[in-house]
C-alpha cells in the first residue's frame, strides 16, 4: 500500500512540474504587444473642461440710418477638450530585450460643447439687438471652437502633462510583460516630428 502511495505521489509531482513547465513555455512566448500599447493611450486619453463664451457682434445688422440695429449676443458653456495620443501613428519594435516605441505628441483630438451646460440662462441678448438667426448661434459657436482649440493647442502644460502620462502606462505595461517572463525590457522612445505626422 506504502508503495502505491508513493508511486502516486511521484505521478502526481510529475504532472505538476509538466503543468509549470508547459505553463511557463506559454509565458515565453509573451511580449508587449502595439495593440495593447494603443489601447493604453485611449485610456490615457485626458478630458478637460473649459469655460467658453460664445461672442457674437455685427454693426448695422438691420434697419437704416439712424433705426438701424446691431445684432449683438453672447453664449456661455463648458467646452470639452480632448487630448491625447494619435495611435494610428504608434510604431513599435521589440528585439530580445530592447523594446523601441514610436510615439507622436500629445496633441487636441477633438472639441466639443458639453450640452449639460446649456441652458436659458447660457444665451444673453443685448438690448435692443437685432434677431438673432440660428446662423448667428452657429457662427458664434464655430469661432469659440476654433479659439477654445487653439488656447489647448497652445498649453504646453497640458500637452506634456497627457504624453508624459501615455508614457508611464505603457512602461508600466512594458515591465509588467517583464515581470512575467523573468526579463527586464530597456525602453527607447523615438518621437516623431510635426512633418512625420501628416
Given amino acids: 500500500m506504502k508503495k502505491m502511495i508513493c508511486l502516486f505521489a511521484i505521478f502526481t509531482i510529475c504532472l505538476t512540474m509538466t503543468g509549470c513547465s508547459s505553463k511557463d513555455n506559454e509565458f515565453k512566448n509573451v511580449e508587449p504587444q502595439i495593440s495593447q500599447m494603443k489601447s493604453i493611450c485611449e485610456l490615457a486619453t485626458m478630458k478637460c473642461y473649459y469655460h467658453n463664451v460664445a461672442k457674437y457682434m455685427e454693426e448695422d445688422a ?3 440710418w439712424f ?3 446691431d445684432r449683438k449676443f453672447w453664449i456661455e458653456y463648458a467646452g470639452i477638450v480632448t487630448i491625447g495620443i494619435d495611435i494610428s501613428k504608434m510604431k513599435m519594435e521589440v528585439k530580445n530585450d530592447n523594446v523601441t516605441i514610436t510615439i507622436p505628441q500629445a496633441q487636441v483630438l477633438g472639441c466639443e460643447v458639453d450640452d449639460a451646460t446649456l441652458t436659458e440662462e447660457s444665451f444673453v441678448v443685448a438690448k435692443n439687438s437685432a434677431k438673432i438667426e440660428a446662423e448667428h ?3 458664434a459657436f464655430k469661432e ?3 479659439k477654445m482649440q487653439e488656447s489647448a493647442s497652445t498649453d504646453t502644460a497640458l500637452l506634456s502633462n ?3 502620462r501615455a508614457q508611464k502606462l505603457i512602461e508600466d505595461y512594458v515591465n509588467n510583460i517583464g515581470g512575467c517572463i523573468d526579463k527586464k525590457y530597456k525602453i527607447t522612445w523615438e518621437y516623431l516630428e510635426e ?3 501628416g
Fill in 62 to 64: 438691420s434697419g437704416m
Fill in 67 to 69: 433705426w438701424s440695429k
Fill in 137 to 139: 448661434q452657429t457662427a
Fill in 144 to 146: 469659440a471652437q476654433a
Fill in 162 to 164: 497627457a504624453q508624459q
Fill in 195 to 197: 512633418d512625420e505626422l
